[in-house]
T-cell receptor, first 115, second 112 residues
Framework: NAGVTQTPKFQVLKTGQSMTLQCAQD?????MSWYRQDPGMGLRLIHY???????DQGEVPNGYNVSRSTTEDFPLRLLSAAPSQTSVYFC??????????????FGPGTRLTVL | KNQVEQSPQSLIILEGKNCTLQ??????????LRWYKQDTGRGPVSLTI?????NTKSNGRYTATLDADTKQSSLHITASQLSDSASYIC???????????FGAGTRLTVKP
């Protein structure tokens, strides 16, 4: 049971480049989400999904796209990278997305730098 | 304005001492409150989860309290160890999926 896995661990992009951050979980969780963590701030929700084929925007969705074709995978796409997207990105999963008292599991994070 | 405020921002204590971290929130309606531990360079790990009806929850040397009337929570760490050095994050959930508000965290350093 690997839990939540993320790839890559580190990435450097140039402004305007696009890329996909990968996230996968093997716990059969319905709810998956992407957060970014910036110094001095709490984690902020980018996008989330309550099940395969269903996604919705979080607090800071601009510049990011997601899709959920399977229960296991929830990739995050940066369409045209900007320096403001330099951050640490975390993927998380749980059964219900915080409504009930189920544990939310986080991946190890992807540290992204945009030059 | 962040709806979850944590204090202090950082804290240094000696190994073996106790400490208490604070979390105040304005999130409403309230579903549950969680405390996470985040080691440097890693993702957050859940310590405790409390609902409206629970006012205390323990996980080993970690004890969380909740006062839903005053919208305050605390995390008490007993007999601190060097491995307790980490950021501790308070998270408050409403009833809407995905509506989880994160505090900025308290950075705890335990020194020998």
């Amino acid at each position: 049971n690997a839990g939540v896995t993320q790839t890559p661990k580190f990435q450097v992009l140039k402004t305007g480049q696009s890329m996909t951050l990968q996230c996968a979980q093997d716990m059969n969780h319905e709810y998956m989400s992407w957060y970014r963590q910036d110094p001095g701030m709490g984690l902020r929700l980018i996008h989330y999904s309550v099940g395969a084929g269903i996604t919705d925007q979080g607090e800071v969705p601009n510049g990011y796209n997601v899709s959920r074709s399977t229960t296991e995978d929830f990739p995050l796409r940066l369409l045209s990278a900007a320096p403001s997207q330099t951050s640490v990105y975390f993927c998380a999963s749980s059964y219900s997305g915080g409504r009930a008292t189920d544990t939310q599991y986080f991946g190890p994070g992807t540290r992204l730098t945009v030059l | 304005k962040n709806q979850v405020e944590q204090s202090p921002q950082s804290l240094i204590i000696l190994e073996g001492k106790n400490c208490t971290l604070q979390c105040n929130y304005t999130v409403s309606p309230f579903s549950n409150l969680r405390w996470y531990k985040q080691d440097t360079g890693r993702g957050p790990v859940s310590l405790t989860i409390m609902t409206f009806s629970e006012n205390t929850k323990s996980n080993g040397r970690y004890t969380a309290t909740l006062d839903a009337d005053t919208k305050q929570s605390s995390l008490h760490i007993t007999a601190s160890q060097l491995s307790d050095s980490a950021s501790y994050i308070c998270v408050v959930s409403a009833y809407v999926p995905g509506d989880m508000r994160f505090g900025a965290g308290t950075r705890l350093t335990v020194k020998p």
